[in-house]
């Protein structure tokens, strides 16, 4: 158990839809990290934030957004689903900004149809 | 741009040596670092070389060399349990980019 928590498990919706998911990270992390992984697929980086603050931005689509709270919980907002937004979402933390040593939550499982 | 190479499969025998290598290109090095991953699980840290030379963690150790843009990881006393995907990871290369790239992971299959 790393200490990072992510709700929910597994999501099904439709396409067209919107969604959120939601990550508490390691107590005492200030930096939470969003990944997205498809089948067979690397970790992609989707966006990183720092005590509030988005620090880092990787290749993530206008349809989505994120923030992170002032008890540093986070939340990815997916919406206008397509088909292929169909993946494992990780929300990872650590403590600092370096991004060297994260801690993995155990991800959502999204399946759009 | 970065860019990690790692072998896409390795298959080892139950208690024997493992080496899973890794080349990078980047234009900005700060260290390499390595995750662990079980299918339907997270990825697990396991370690992280900023200078040149080998790390060790119990069965587990690291080697970084800068000079050849090369490290690698190697599993001793292979177990059935290490049977997984493991990544190697490097820090984007922009000045105070605070992500990282990783592989796209070399799958491992421990057999008996």
């Known amino acids: 158990d790393s200490g990072v928590t992510q709700t929910p498990k597994h999501l099904i919706t439709a396409t067209g839809q919107r969604v959120t998911l939601r990550c508490s990270p390691r107590?005492?992390?200030?930096?939470v990290y969003w990944y997205q992984q498809s089948l067979d697929q690397g970790l992609q980086f989707l966006i990183q934030?720092?005590?509030?603050?988005?620090?880092a931005k990787g290749n993530i689509l206008e349809r989505f957004s994120a923030q992170q709270f002032p008890d540093l919980h986070s939340e990815l907002n997916l919406s206008s689903l397509e088909l292929g937004d169909s993946a494992l979402y990780f929300c990872?933390?650590?403590?600092?900004?370096?991004?060297?040593?994260?801690?993995f939550g155990p991800g959502t499982r999204l399946t759009v149809t | 741009g970065q860019s990690l190479e790692q072998p896409s499969e390795v298959t080892a025998v139950e208690g024997a040596i493992v080496q899973i290598n890794c080349t990078y290109q980047?234009?900005?090095?700060?260290?390499l670092s390595w995750y662990q991953q079980h299918d339907g699980g997270a990825p697990t840290f396991l370690s992280y070389?900023?200078?040149?030379g080998l790390e060790e963690t119990g069965r587990f150790s690291s080697f970084l060399s800068r000079s050849d843009s090369y490290g690698y990881l190697l599993l001793q006393e292979l177990q059935m349990k290490d049977s997984a995907s493991y990544f190697c990871?490097?820090?984007?290369?922009?000045?105070?980019?605070?992500?990282?790239?990783f592989g796209t992971g070399t799958r491992l299959t421990v057999i008996p």
């Open positions: 070389n900023a200078l040149d």
């Open positions: 980047t234009s900005g090095f700060y260290g």
């Open positions: 934030y720092y005590n509030g603050e988005e620090r």
């Open positions: 990872a933390s650590s403590i600092g900004q370096a991004p060297y040593e994260q801690y």
């Open positions: 107590s005492g992390d200030l930096s």
């Open positions: 990871a490097v820090r984007e290369g922009q000045t105070g980019a605070n992500n990282l790239f």
